[in-house]
C-alpha cells in the first residue's frame, strides 16, 4: 500500500512556474514507477511525466522542454517542476505510483488544481 499527497498547485499567469511536490508513505526506492498525470474538466486523464527508479524519465510531448520530474529518495518525494507555463495547463495534476509485484498495482494521490490565467 502507498499513500501519496500532493502539494504546490496554485493559479499562476501565463509563463509562470509552478513545483509540485508528492510525498509518499513509503521508500520510492522500492516503487518501480512514479509519475505525474492530468485531467482537465470532462476529459480523461492523461500522462504527464513518469519517472522510473532507475531514474529513467518520460514526458509527454506537449511538456517537454518545460516540465521536469525529479525524485528524492531522502525524502520519499517526486517533484514536477514546470516552467512557462500555458492555460492549457490548466487541470487537476495526479500523483501516481506503479508496483510491480505478481500484477502491478497503482495508486493515486487526491490532486492539485493547476490554473493559468491568460
Known amino acids: 500500500q502507498v499513500r501519496l499527497v500532493e502539494s504546490g498547485g496554485g493559479l499562476v499567469q501565463t509563463g509562470g512556474s509552478l513545483r509540485l511536490s508528492c510525498a509518499a508513505s513509503r521508500s520510492i526506492d522500492n516503487i518501480d514507477v512514479m509519475g505525474w498525470y492530468l485531467q482537465a474538466p470532462g476529459l480523461q486523464r492523461e500522462l504527464v511525466a513518469q519517472?522510473?527508479?532507475?531514474?529513467?524519465?518520460t514526458y509527454a510531448d506537449d511538456v517537454k522542454g518545460r516540465f521536469t520530474i525529479s525524485r528524492d529518495s531522502a525524502k520519499n518525494t517526486v517533484y514536477l517542476q514546470m516552467n512557462s507555463l500555458k492555460p492549457e495547463d490548466t487541470a487537476v495534476y495526479y500523483c501516481n505510483a506503479a508496483v510491480a509485484a505478481v500484477t502491478w498495482s497503482y495508486y493515486w494521490g487526491q490532486g492539485t488544481q493547476v490554473t493559468v490565467s491568460s
Open positions: 519517472v522510473t527508479w532507475t531514474s529513467s524519465t
